[in-house]
């Protein structure tokens, strides 16, 4: 029984996970219902459908579930191959098993990685603690990060084993998967395993063919052109919210002006944005590399220094994704004490922060959750001795510049808002007995909204929408990247249509073209 002992710690986790597992099951379906039918529909060919919020809603809805709106815009093809031997059962059970999948993988490589680094018998009796938000967030949600940390973790052990092939295929499902551990290569880079790239890339290859058969090539490309550089402009349900507690979200409320959104702007000006924004991110990876290099740093270290930046560097936050930080805990295990109790301390405020009751806070007491993340980073830049590398952070900046120089000086916007208030998730309008009526969507289905906006007379002849941007007889009104359809020129002198701009994938609203 005494070599037990150790994992006494593991077991009261798997406790905790199953009665959350237990719990979920009088919960709602939550984003599970998001990878679940989504990746149905993608698996069946219908991408178009799984990526248009409204269309998916619909489906669910068409299928006899309440309660329930979801997105799949987040997640790239591949998450279909992950669900697919799920999707054989119904959606409850499918998440029930979901859930077990992810829980016995997520303590079995835990159990691994606690005799492998020696880990202290305090870090595994209070990770439960620190991580209990989190944890139970992945269970009730559905949520696909304890199987993305096992990867994550059970990859690097692979890596310091001598075992490339196995590292390079687990660390590759996690990158097809969700995209931003694609940070590994930068790692593997900087540390010279040049091999493990070549290794790591042929997986994502060999993976993304597999996708590319099982999903059509036409899915890939409209995710890839189409979904993903929405998404990675914080475009996921709202363009503006504090919840995502990102640099991104703070940095924009600062300073992007929205008439609806965000109309107490700090100081409105897009290029002062983008270029803190390219700073914030060349300054992170210019610290990872600091960190990398210097001998002081375990290979650990650094690597959980990379998968902290990259969840800094992301637009799109959340409470169940942060459960990733373990691995920065983990890699401290060992470090000195006041630097492993610093960093608990700080992870238990990340979790723990109720970020929604922040709302009606000046915006810089919104984002906490950021600043303790930022907090643990320098915890990590402090035991990991770096020298901060100024020429590869001016080189970052140019290059950064360089990739984001269109978004300094956008397409001006000849369109604004119809009304000054924020609608709901209209995805249709009508116009009925001279008045203009929209259809919107939420949880418990489809709703009609009058808007008291008069129509004496409206065309559609001479006004249309061809790829994407707003014609008006024959001539171009629009250039901007964000969905419309449905355009009406209404009373003589203003052209309406359902547009997208400044919110999430296939959100739409109404917008208003006057006097084209």
């Not at 379906?29 to 919020?53: H, M, R, V």
């Not at 395993?193 to 997986?203: E, F, G, P, R, S």
């Amino acid at each position: 029984m005494k070599r037990y002992r150790p994992y006494y710690p593991l077991l009261l986790l798997a406790i905790l996970l199953s009665y959350f597992i237990f719990r979920a099951t009088s919960a709602p379906f939550s984003d599970y219902a998001g990878y679940y039918f989504g990746s149905k529909a993608l698996l069946q060919g219908n991408y178009e459908t799984a990526y248009d919020a409204w269309s998916l809603n619909a489906l669910i809805a068409r299928k006899g579930y309440t309660g329930v709106f979801v997105s799949y815009a987040p997640f790239p093809p591949f998450t279909s191959i992950v669900l697919a031997p799920f999707l054989i059962f119904p959606v409850a059970v499918s998440k029930i098993l979901f859930n077990l999948f992810s829980t016995v993988l997520f303590v079995w490589v835990l159990a691994r990685a606690s005799k492998y680094f020696s880990l202290p018998p305090l870090i595994l009796w209070v990770m439960p603690v620190i991580f209990f938000i989190p944890l139970r967030n992945n269970i009730f949600f559905g949520q696909a990060y304890l199987l993305l940390f096992s990867l994550l973790l059970e990859g690097f052990m692979a890596y310091k084993k001598g075992k490339p092939v196995v590292a390079a295929l687990l660390w590759g499902v996690a990158i097809i998967f969700k995209l931003f551990p694609l940070v590994i290569l930068f790692f593997l880079l900087v540390k010279k395993q040049y091999k493990l790239v070549a290794y790591c890339a042929a997986a994502c290859l060999l993976l993304g063919l597999t996708s590319v058969l099982l999903n059509g090539f036409a899915a890939w490309q409209y995710y890839v052109f189409t979904i993903f550089p929405r998404a990675n402009n914080g475009d996921l349900n709202d363009s503006y919210t504090y919840i995502f507690q990102s640099a991104f979200m703070l940095l924009k409320n600062l300073f992007v002006y929205d008439a609806v959104q965000n109309s107490q702007v700090f100081f409105n000006s897009t290029p002062v944005f983008v270029i803190t924004m390219v700073l914030f991110k060349a300054l992170l990876l210019a610290c990872c590399v600091g960190i990398t290099l210097h001998k002081k740093a375990s290979y650990l270290l650094a690597f959980a220094s990379w998968i902290a930046a990259s969840l800094l560097l992301s637009p799109n936050g959340s409470s169940y994704s942060l459960v990733l930080l373990l691995l920065p805990l983990i890699a401290l295990a060992n470090s000195k004490q006041f630097y492993l109790f610093t960093a608990m301390t700080l992870l238990l405020l990340i979790c723990f922060i109720p970020v929604s009751a922040l709302a009606a806070k000046p915006l810089l007491l919104q984002f906490p959750r950021l600043y303790g993340m930022l907090l643990l980073f320098g915890v990590l830049i402090v035991v990991g001795g770096m020298q901060f590398p100024i020429k590869l952070f001016s080189a970052f900046v140019a290059l950064l510049l360089l990739a984001d120089a269109g978004k300094l000086f956008p397409h001006r916007d000849k369109s604004n808002y119809l009304f000054g208030e924020e609608l709901p998730f209209v995805y249709e309008y009508a116009v009925k007995e001279n008045q203009l009526v929209y259809y919107y969507w939420d949880d418990r289905g489809s709703h009609t909204a009058s808007t008291g906006y008069t129509i004496h007379d409206y065309s559609a002849n001479e006004v249309q929408i061809k790829n994407n941007q707003v014609y008006f007889k024959g001539k171009q009104l629009t250039s901007t990247p964000d969905r419309k359809k449905q355009a009406l020129l209404v009373n003589g002198k203003e052209i309406i249509y359902l547009s997208d701009k400044d919110r999430g994938f296939g959100f739409y609203t109404l917008r208003a073209i006057t006097n084209p």
